[in-house]
Nanobody, 124 residues
Framework: QAQLVESGGGLVQAGGSLRLSCAAS????????MGWFRQVPGKEREFVAV????????YYDDSVKGRFTISRDNAKNTVYLQMNSLKPEDTAAYYC?????????????????WGQGTQVTVSS
């Protein structure tokens, strides 16, 4: 069972940048597909980005493509989300998630373990 801890959220002005980190416990991090999702109150959790086990394949939602970058360091059991050119509509709680079996997916239901979330607020 994986345990995930996100960090790096905060308040930033529009156009600014933040880097989220997600540290995972356990020795099998390199076997996990890792995803980032976000959620605002009253709405469903939505896909942001996903990265393959070796980090060679990434995929992004169209709303963040070209502005966000997902990466991972398997030696540190950590996945990152670099967020640039932030917009007020990026305001949400951001969650990292583990998919222990199968390939990359944009569906939240395909992920097995979740972090507690970190809040990102972008002011206009």
């Amino acid at each position: 069972q994986a345990q995930l801890v996100e960090s790096g959220g905060g308040l930033v002005q529009a156009g600014g940048s933040l880097r989220l980190s997600c540290a995972a416990s356990g020795r099998t991090f390199s076997t996990y597909v890792m995803g980032w999702f976000r959620q605002v109150p009253g709405k469903e959790r939505e896909f942001v980005a996903v990265i393959s086990r070796a980090g060679s394949i990434t995929y992004y939602d169209d709303s963040v493509k070209g502005r966000f970058t997902i990466s991972r360091d398997n030696a540190k059991n950590t996945v990152y989300l670099q967020m640039n050119s932030l917009k007020p509509e990026d305001t949400a709680a951001y969650y990292c998630a583990v998919r222990s079996g199968g390939g990359a997916s944009t569906r939240a239901a395909d992920y097995d373990y979740w972090g507690q979330g970190t809040q990102v607020t972008v002011s206009s």
